[in-house]
């Protein structure tokens, strides 16, 4: 029988016919291999959590080669004569560290870890194929399809670029510093491999390779008769290239022949003879090389240089390594929606394109054509680009919702040719993507320019009638409007003639609009005390767990080896109207599929079919399985159970559901649905306060709407529970932030004691709130499977399913009404303010948020409602900084608006309206504005605002009040070894990013006055901390960390008679003596309320710089200062890091993350990697600067501490009001009044864009 042979880690594996096409190379890394430090999230080529390194010979030349590639995208059949290295294989405790992961986790790059191997293997390859050759630019810029939602980038950015050739002397003297505090022992393994390592051989003997694997037929094919001969006779084919296809559009099953023509000599490479002809099946990456290199080299391809600077924003790395042209284009020809930027590229030239059916027998037609043709039985075998003489000019855009790694809203392609020295037009080709299914051309507009002169004002008034009369884009949710779509397509028109146009025929100020913003490779500073008096405590130290992270040695929940017998659960979700009544299943067709098992629904739950336990957070009952009334569209109804995961997942969407009524009603999605509505019980007041002072000094009134949106929490690792039968009840290893909940909710729902039930958390991949109450819904399903089938059981959640069926943040509707004085001081403020619950009152915020919405000023005067309401949508969650980001963001607005309307400056009104008492934010703001240079930063703005029409500035500062306040209880459980004083940890908290653990042996050693090195800490369980409260509210590593405190003192109690009869005795010696003497070297401590620590404020204090292009309404952050109050943080870089983290993510919350639903069906729409985007690499402040308030202490918290986990987030807010000043600039430019403008939240792209209210007339060159 015929194999697929390859390496990894340099062990050979053999592939046959056991495997079929849809076995992804990262699910035999993980489950054959049983590799785990390859971790997995999207599968679509969108996170980057998959990314592995490969070595293999590549065609034409068989030339090994290094690259990466997403291991979720990659069968596992196409793997033949490949090389591939895990994060395991490149470094681990064995064989020593790589320098990249030690760099990385000195730099304090890992805060969860789930992201981390993906990072460090990416990184690798990218280094390796450069020889170690690589600057700080391509360094940052090879990053696109990497996620990290903890770190907010930066550390992960500085650790690598201190590798860069031009590494900055910053980066290399902090690397010293870190060295100097000797954390890791020097790496031992070499940067650079020897490349003789590869004993594959260069190239096999290419002979048709077939494997029969039950319903599928695989052949590997290296030649083009080979392509044919496998297509013959064949009805039911597939072509595959790199299969990155399947990134963008789901393969849902694999035709009974798949054929694999990566390899195949005849599609690779490239010729020149007039034209440049590029094989199908070369990689964009290699394409990209050549794009460059010609362009360099050839003046008729000069043009190649845009094209490959389009191409830089086309996927990422790893895809555009593997992905080929003939893929994209075929993915065009099959999807006439798909934005292909190749397509796009190649059409603005005239490119044709071969398209043969026998190996000798081939066609050239246009791309247009091509879109037409019957494909059955023929392949894509090149394109030729026509060489462009010195008369034409071609420019390209691709405008997308975050700076990279995400496909075009719109992209544009325009050539134009002029008649020899004419200045007129011989010919002008105008190419949009993403107007609709069917539009390419512009061509009333491409006719109407012929023979004029594009630079004239006259005739770029009429062609842009023109075009915005023939751009017709369709509606297509989640895509952005059609409005915005069709203005957006015409406003890159005028782009392309503003960057084209002579200087003599254009106002210098529009020049700048004609280009996209660039930014600079970015760079951070921070700055705080450390007290070495203290130390371990309040010193700089890497995360304890680092490395391990660094290296895949970590574990979470899924990284448990594979266990004999073990099953995978899949919901079944009713994806039909909220209201709907279920009345069975119909599970034939799901039971069918070989590897299918069982199927479960709300009837076998033995016991309460109920995964929120009443408690003293919890309130209502949510069903694990819906029984009858459908609640929201998409919750999970039953589960399928199977011996893999994928087909647990594809089995889960053929169970039908029988509904006894299907509902038709348009769904209440929003707060607004509600209050026009006729349900208004729906609606409860939740709170109300009493304003006790009013004034009567009212000379204006103001008042407005204010609408925040939803947030996807962006785990990197899904939710995820793998439960084991063990020989007194279950072992539950679970990706929960609340293991009490998770243990009480299985108890129940299985019916049997709780002490049955052994929850276990080493880590959490990324939390933020999404994983408090809602793990418990997956842990109930997985031990419900694994009773029923006494098997052990993995639940992990698909992105999709966890995008649908997990709560999000908790959208805001508020109205307020402010009466204020001359000077901008309040006299009264009326808010009526709406919590969206989603479909239960659980975790419910809505009376936190009133707490939280004072901020930093006196709210005597303040009259405050508080409301929550029931939609269709799931039931809301707390979402890192759940309240106060909403609550601080609603009166920041309310200031900045007093401002707007009494024509005063935003802080003056913040300084008029500012609580007197014990309030540090005035000195605050100064110190702030001294150390951001703010003033004459602010002069600089006007100035370049001044200079340019189209690209705006705005400097902005916020204040910010955090009130924590503390729950409990949290327990901490030490021990000290009595055979070498070393101590064990274990303590009630998740670590899930946060650095709990590294903090609480921090403290530990502090107190117990010995070495950090003699700390560890273990996983969080249910048996040795039960009854703790959840990990949230940046208060779990504060709580903790009191505990392990105390339970300290009560150890150094015990010794003190011993080590007082020991003179100068060592700690070692102490213990020893204390074992003998019968001491319990055993303490724990549970921190509840009732102990001394006190809630506090955390103040904070924020100026961001934004620049907008306002031709597309894209932006960017020029830098952000941030200073923040961390008292005398118990470990400095933890709590930059967790500082930096929350802001960028609240980046995102203001800016690019957009959940989207279907208005009729409740259906949610932006589910994915390709429609959700939180920020990437680049989307950074790119001079992120932050600053701990000096000299500061808390008296009120732990050790004099404060916490960092939440409050930056708040701050984020201030991108709103920045945003809002630079669109304001260009409105007063356009000739608008100075009228308040409210972009709405999020503020995408097209809402910044459509808040200009650009008119064609605008759009003009003098
Ligand atoms: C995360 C992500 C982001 C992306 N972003 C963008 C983007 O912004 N812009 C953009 O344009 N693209 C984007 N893509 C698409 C990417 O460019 C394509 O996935 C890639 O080019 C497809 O190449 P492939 O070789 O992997 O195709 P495959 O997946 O192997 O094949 C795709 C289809 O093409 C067929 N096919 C392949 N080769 C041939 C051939 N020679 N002749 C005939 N049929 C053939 C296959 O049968 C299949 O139907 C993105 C993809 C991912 C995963
Ligand atoms: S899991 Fe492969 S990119 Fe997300
Ligand atoms: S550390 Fe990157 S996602 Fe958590």
Redesign the pocket.
């Known amino acids: 029988m015929s194999t697929i042979v390859f390496k990894i880690n340099d062990i050979q594996y053999e592939a046959d016919g056991r495997y079929g096409p849809d076995v992804s190379l990262n699910e035999f890394i993980r489950n054959v291999a049983d590799l785990r430090g390859t971790k997995v999230m999207c599968q679509?080529?969108?996170c980057g959590a998959c990314i592995v390194a490969v070595r293999a010979p590549l065609p034409p030349t068989n030339e090994i080669k290094l690259f990466s590639v997403n291991s979720c995208?990659v069968s596992i059949l196409s793997c033949q004569n490949w090389e591939i290295t895990t994060v395991e294989g490149i470094g681990n405790r064995t064989i020593g560290y790589h320098e990249i992961q030690t760099r990385l986790a000195k730099f304090n790059g890992t805060q969860c870890g789930y992201c981390t191997p993906g990072w460090i293997m990416n990184m690798y390859s990218l280094y390796e194929s450069k020889n170690t050759k690589v600057n700080s630019k391509e360094i940052e810029n090879s990053f696109a399809?990497n996620i990290c939602r903890c770190t907010g980038y930066r550390p992960i950015a500085d650790a690598f670029k201190s590798f860069a050739t031009d590494a900055d002397k910053s980066l290399l003297n902090k690397l010293q510093d870190i060295e100097d505090l000797g954390f890791f022992k020097s790496c031992a393994v070499k940067c650079t491999q020897d490349n003789d390592w590869c004993i594959l051989d260069k190239a096999s003997n290419n002979e048709i390779i077939a494997i029969e694997s039950g319903n599928h037929k695989w052949f590997k094919v290296y030649s083009l008769s080979d392509v044919f001969k496998a297509i013959e006779g064949c009805h039911d084919y597939?072509?595959?290239?790199?299969?990155?296809?399947?990134?963008?559009y789901h393969i849902s099953g694999y035709p009974k022949n798949v054929i694999d023509?990566f390899n195949v000599s005849e599609?690779k490479g490239y010729t020149i003879d007039v034209n440049l002809i590029l094989g199908?099946?070369m990689t964009?990456s290699d394409m990209m090389d050549v794009f460059i290199k010609l362009a360099n080299e050839n003046d008729d391809f000069s043009y190649l240089k845009e094209f490959h600077n389009h191409m830089d924003l086309?996927?990422?790395v790893p895809?555009r390594n593997?992905?080929?042209i003939?893929?994209?284009l075929?993915?065009k020809f099959?999807n006439n929606e798909f934005?292909?930027?190749?397509f796009l590229l190649f059409e603005t030239v005239g490119a044709m394109i071969t398209i043969a059916d026998a190996p000798n027998k081939s066609d050239t037609v246009t791309l247009i054509d091509f879109l037409k043709l019957d494909?059955k039985g023929k392949?894509?075998v090149n394109v030729m680009l026509p060489p462009l003489s010195q008369c034409c000019f071609v420019k390209t855009f691709k405008i997308m919702p975050r700076s990279q790694?995400a496909?075009?809203i719109i992209n544009a392609g325009f050539l134009f040719k002029f008649k020899h020295d004419q200045g007129i037009l011989e010919k002008a080709k105008i190419v949009y993507g993403n107007v609709n299914p069917k539009f390419v051309h512009a061509t009333k507009t491409e006719e109407s320019l012929k023979d004029k002169d594009p630079f004239a004002d006259d005739v770029l008034k009429i062609t842009l009638e023109t075009l915005y009369g023939e751009i017709d884009p369709d509606t297509a949710p989640p895509e952005p409007s059609s409005e915005y779509r069709k203005l957006l397509a015409v406003s890159l028109y005028y782009k392309a003639i503003l960057s084209l146009c002579p200087e003599t025929k254009i106002d210098k100020r529009y020049r700048s609009g004609g280009d996209v913003i660039k930014r600079h490779t970015s760079k951070g500073m921070q700055s705080y005390d450390t007290d070495e008096s203290v130390w371990p405590l309040n010193k700089p130290v890497p995360k304890l767990e680092a490395l391990v992270q660094c290296s895949g040695e970590g574990t979470f929940a899924n990284d448990l080896p594979s266990q004999t017998n073990e099953v995978f659960g899949a919901f079944v979700t009713a994806d039909v109207n909220p209201g709907s009544v279920i009345a069975g299943f119909d599970t034939t067709d799901a039971l069918k599929i070989p590897g299918v098992i069982a199927f479960y629904a709300a009837k076998d739950i033995p016991g309460k079919n109920n995964f929120t336990p009443i408690n003293a957070i919890l309130n209502s009952e949510e069903e694990i399985l819906c029984s009858k009334d459908v609640k929201f569209n998409g919750q999970p109804v039953g589960i399928i159970v199977a011996n893999r995961e994928k087909i647990a997942t594809n089995a889960a969407k053929l169970v039908k559901i029988k509904y006894e009524s299907i509902s038709t009603k348009k769904p209440l999605l929003t707060v607004h649905d509600v209050l026009m509505s006729t349900e208004k019980e729906r609606i409860s007041l939740d709170k109300m306060v009493e304003p006790t002072d009013i004034g009567n000094d009212v000379k204006k009134v103001i008042s407005d709407k204010v609408i925040f949106e939803s947030q996807y929490h962006y785990y990197m690792e899904p939710q995820t529970c793998v439960v084991k039968p063990s020989e007194d009840g279950f072992e539950v290893y679970s990706s929960t932030q609340w293991l009490d909940l998770t243990n009480i909710a299985i108890a129940e729902c299985l019916n049997v004691p709780v002490n049955s039930i052994n929850v276990i958390v080493r880590r959490v991949g990324g939390g933020y709130g999404g994983k408090i109450t809602r793990s418990s819904q997956i842990a109930c399903a997985a031990a419900l499977v694994s009773q029923l089938q006494g098997k052990p059981c993995r639940f992990i959640l698909p992105l999709q399913t966890n995008m649908k069926i997990i709560g999000k943040r908790a959208p805001t509707y508020c109205k307020f009404e402010a009466g204020v004085n001359g000077t901008g001081e309040i006299q009264y403020l009326k808010i009526n303010y709406y919590q969206d619950n989603g479909c239960s009152k659980n975790e419910n915020t809505s009376v936190i948020t009133v707490t939280h919405l004072p901020n930093c000023y006196e709210s005597k005067r303040w009259h405050i409602e508080a409301y929550g309401a029931l939609t269709d949508t799931p039931s809301s969650t707390w979402c890192r900084a759940p309240a106060s980001t909403e609550g601080i963001a609603i009166t920041e607005i309310i200031m900045e608006k007093i401002a707007h309307e009494l024509g005063k400056d935003a802080i003056q009104i913040r300084q008029a309206n500012m609580k007197k008492e014990d309030n540090p934010i005035s000195e605050l703001i100064e110190q702030l504005k001294r150390d951001s240079d703010y003033e004459t930063r602010l002069r600089e703005v006007e100035d370049f605002n001044k200079s340019n029409r189209w690209r705006k500035r705005s400097l902005k500062l916020m204040p910010m009040s955090y009130e924590l306040f503390y729950f409990g209880p949290f327990n901490s459980l030490v021990s000290i070894y009595h055979a070498d004083g070393s101590v064990v940890i274990t303590h009630g908290a998740t670590e899930m990013g946060q650095g709990v653990n590294t903090k609480v042996a921090q403290v530990c050693a502090y107190i117990l006055g010995i070495p950090l090195e003699k700390v560890s800490v273990k996983p969080t369980t249910s048996f040795t901390s039960p009854n703790c409260m959840p990990t949230g509210g940046s208060i779990g590593s504060e709580c903790v960390a009191y505990a392990t405190m105390k339970a300290c003192e009560i150890l150094l109690d015990r010794l003190k008679p011993i080590k007082d009869k020991m003179n100068n005795a060592t700690w070692k010696e102490i213990v020893a003596e204390a074992f003998i003497s019968g001491v319990n070297l055993q303490a724990t401590y549970m921190y509840s309320t009732k102990d001394p620590i006190k809630s506090y404020d955390i103040s904070g204090v924020v100026a961001l710089e934004v620049e907008v292009d306002i031709l597309t309404g894209n932006h960017d952050v020029r830098r952000v200062d941030l200073l923040e109050d961390t008292g005398r943080s118990l470990s400095p870089e933890i709590d930059v890091a967790q500082i930096e983290g929350a802001f960028v993510m609240g980046l995102g919350y203001w800016t690019s993350e957009k959940i989207v639903y279907d208005e009729k069906t409740g259906k949610l729409l932006t589910d994915r990697t390709w429609t959700y985007k939180p920020p990437g690499i680049k989307d950074i402040p790119a001079d992120f600067r932050i600053y701990f308030r000096r000299n500061s202490t808390n008296t009120l918290g732990v050790l004099q501490s404060k916490a960092t986990g939440e409050p930056a987030l708040c701050l984020a807010a201030v991108i709103t009001h920045a945003l809002r000043e630079a669109v304001r600039s260009a409105r007063l430019d356009a000739g608008y009044e100075d009228n308040w403008i409210n972009i709405e939240n999020p503020c995408t792209t097209e809402k910044i864009f459509m808040a200009v209210e650009h008119k064609l007339e605008h759009f003009k060159l003098k």
């Not at 934005?339 to 190749?342: C, H, I, K």
């Open positions: 679509e080529g969108g995208l399809g597939k072509l595959i290239a790199g299969n990155t296809g399947q990134g963008v023509i599609l199908a099946g964009l086309v996927a990422h895809v593997i992905g080929t003939g893929g994209n075929y993915m099959v934005p292909s930027d190749l494909m392949i894509i790694n496909h075009a």
